[in-house]
């Protein structure tokens, strides 16, 4: 065979190849990444850390942040430096709430956790300016007022109009979707709602996660064992440790992607604590 | 060298060669040669195992509650007007005087409530401390008129008389059948039935039945006397010729004896069912064996209190309350928690996907070849063992590798 008939013979198989999708330049679906992150989850308090929390602010120094935005805030609104009672209160509040963003993240978990604590919402419930008379149009110029804006939560959870602090939410949202879409989690997944529809319950089929279906109808009694069966469903199942894992694997690649990026944006969180930090101080806060 | 040192070298070459020849043959004959294979088998394969054994799912529950006093409350005769206040029933028959206005009749210990002004002295004692009251009983004697346990629940206001209608007429009747005078329904009409059932109560107690208003007999407000909890117990009475005020009540009654309490959440609460037998230990005394009495409806989360059930542990027997009162007080379930197979902690190991499993040697040890996998759903921990889910490759006594693979 000449080399001109077998560089046409080949030509020939590549482009065949090439028609029949087997040389695809997208190629095949990528399977998922092996594990090679951990989560920590801290049963104590139901906590589940994650590579990305590293890069934004931890729950403590969200809470001195929106403490100080209720001081901000009210000043804005008030015009005067000199703080009302229910802006001092509204500050305290935020200072004793302690709102983990990550509780909740896959779902139920830490039965005894939640046994004494309940489902505690995940985001702060306390409300800007307290118990300040507010106009609506006031309230909004502050809001965007750059005093305020300094002042913006960085977290995996807090959405915000900066740019830069949105990258983390971004990044995380992205890794939580490819988790709840790996099929290693739809397999726990299975497992844990198996063992919820085992306990006598429905699944709600409007989110990704599934788990237990809460119906609006329910007393909290009913709410809440519903809850601690998921909770301890996951917890039998070893299945936020599990689920976690595949999720923080996804963060990694992101921080192994972005890492300066990430990096500036957790000097940009700790300067932002540090500023409401004082700002508490000034105002006999803390 | 010279001529004779040549000659010499290969004699002493083969003597050294002789020598260490020996030497070698006498190193072979004190130390014979070792077959470390084996060492290097049992280096590679040893095992450290632990057997399957049955274990709680989790350590029993502690709880801290509370100690509280026994609840007292204060018992004596009502007092009103005295007025009937109310219309003719539709079903009850009429009589003569129905629609008189009522007047209080001085010193009308036996027709009419006594008048404000006659003062309310214990004029015969009928309990002492220590018995139960029951609704419907006779509590004692109060200038002269008897008076009678009603429940909190019965709206009392005024004379119940032959003809009077109301809830008060049906709490009557109620009473009147705890008494076993009044076998109907409650109607809420002061009939003829009642009447009979009321002078029977009257008459059981050595008391003429009065009348409240002339020629309408029935019951006075000031012969009832409110008992806020059916069965209590009594502590104390006031003495004969004791005058009723706010300080000095007819009868002292506990409501509630003294009891432990505490908030169970939502998980521990099914360890505490009513019955359930508890310990309960008082500062660093011995555990004292109790049992649950009462268990609330669910409570929403308050303060340091968890959602769940307050629960009510009897004070155990013999218990000194004033010599314990302040002391820390823990209530421990006294049942077992339920069990299962468990393996130690260590045994536990994950793969890659994060699943769970332990390693189970071959029948016949080490050497008989590699351990087998077998997945297992840990279901609770405690005291360094994984509880798992039942599972026939691990029975109960069956080993688990722990180390060494």
């Known amino acids: ?286 | 060298m010279s001529g004779k040192g040549r000659r010499l070298a290969p004699w002493i070459i083969g003597a050294l060669l002789v020598g260490a020849a020996g030497g070698a043959a006498a190193v072979a004959i004190t130390h014979p040669a070792v077959d470390t294979s084996a060492i290097d088998n049992a280096s590679q394969n040893l095992w450290v195992t632990a057997e399957v054994v049955e274990k709680p799912v989790r350590g029993a529950y502690a709880i801290s509650g509370q100690l509280s006093e026994p609840t007292l409350a204060a018992v004596s005769p009502l007092t009103g007007s005295g007025s009937t206040g109310d219309s003719a029933s539709e079903t009850a028959p009429t009589t003569a005087a129905q629609g008189k206005e009522t007047g209080d009749e001085a010193g009308g210990a036996a027709t009419g409530s006594l008048p404000q002004a006659v003062r309310r002295v214990v004029s015969a004692t009928v309990l002492t401390a220590g018995e139960s009251v029951h609704w419907g009983d006779c509590l004692g004697e109060v200038s002269g008129r008897p008076v009678f346990a009603f429940p909190p629940s019965a709206p009392l206001f005024r004379d119940l008389v032959f003809g009077s209608s109301g809830s008060d007429v049906a709490a009557l009747q109620a009473v009147l059948a705890e008494a076993g005078l009044f076998d109907l329904a409650p109607t809420g009409q002061f009939g003829p039935v009642t009447l009979a059932a009321v002078k029977a109560l009257y008459q059981r107690h050595g008391y003429d039945l009065p009348e409240p208003v002339a020629g309408r007999p029935g019951m006075l407000l000031g012969d009832t006397a409110i008992v806020p909890v059916d069965g209590a117990k009594v502590v104390s009475t006031a003495p004969l010729g004791a005058e009723i005020t706010a300080e000095q009540p007819l009868l002292t009654v506990e409501t509630a004896p003294a009891r432990v309490m505490f908030r169970a959440d939502v998980l521990q609460a099914e360890a505490f069912a009513v019955g359930a037998a508890v310990s309960v230990k008082f500062g660093s005394g011995d555990p004292l064996p109790s049992a649950v009495t009462a268990v609330s409806a669910f409570q929403a989360a308050a303060s340091s209190n968890p959602a769940g059930y307050d629960v009510t542990v009897a004070v155990p027997e013999g218990v000194d309350v004033a010599a314990v009162a302040g002391l820390p007080v823990v209530v421990t379930e006294a049942a077992a928690a339920p069990t299962g197979p468990a393996v130690p902690l260590a045994a536990l190991r994950r793969d890659d996907q994060g699943a769970t499993y332990v390693l189970v040697p071959a029948a016949g040890g080490a050497t008989a070849g590699p351990p087998s996998r077998v997945d297992v759903v840990v279901v609770g921990q405690d005291a360094g063992w994984a509880v798992i889910v039942e599972n026939p490759a691990l029975p109960v006594g069956g080993v688990v590798v722990v180390s060494g693979q």
């Open chain 1, 1 to 286: 065979m000449t080399s001109r008939i077998r560089t046409v013979l080949w030509l020939a198989i590549l482009s065949a190849l090439t028609l029949t999708g087997c040389a695809d330049a997208s190629g095949p679906p990528s399977a998922p990444p092996s594990i090679t992150a951990t989560a920590t989850l801290d049963r104590a308090n139901a906590a589940i850390t994650l590579p990305l929390d590293a890069y934004g602010m931890t729950a403590d120094e969200v809470a001195t942040v929106q403490a100080a935005q209720q001081i901000v805030f009210a000043r804005c609104i008030t015009g005067s430096d000199a703080l009302e009672d229910v802006t001092r209160d509204a500050a305290r509040q935020e200072l004793d709430h302690r709102a983990e963003a990550n509780h909740w993240l896959l779902g139920y978990w830490d039965a005894d956790y939640m046994a004494q604590h309940g489902a505690a919402p995940a985001i702060s419930q306390v409300t800007l300016g307290g118990n300040l008379e507010v106009d609506k149009v006031k309230g909004r110029e502050c809001v965007y007022s750059d005093n305020f804006e300094a002042l913006h939560v960085i977290d995996r959870s807090t959405v915000s109009n900066d740019g830069a602090a949105q990258k983390l939410v971004q990044y995380s949202s992205e890794a939580w979707d490819k988790t709840v879409a790996d099929p290693r989690f739809q397999e726990l997944q299975a497992e844990r709602d198996a063992c919820l529809t085992d306990a006598g319950y429905t699944l709600d089929q409007n989110s990704k996660l599934s788990g237990v279906e809460l119906r609006d109808d329910w007393s909290a009694e009913e709410r809440l064992k519903a809850q601690l069966a998921e909770a301890q469903c996951a917890d039998s199942l070893d299945f936020t440790q599990r689920a976690a894992n595949i999720e923080a694997t996804y963060e990694q690649q992101a921080i192994d992607a972005h890492e300066a990026e990430l990096v500036t944006l957790r000097q940009k969180a700790a300067e932002r604590v540090d500023r409401a930090t004082v700002i508490l101080i000034e105002a006999g806060i803390i």
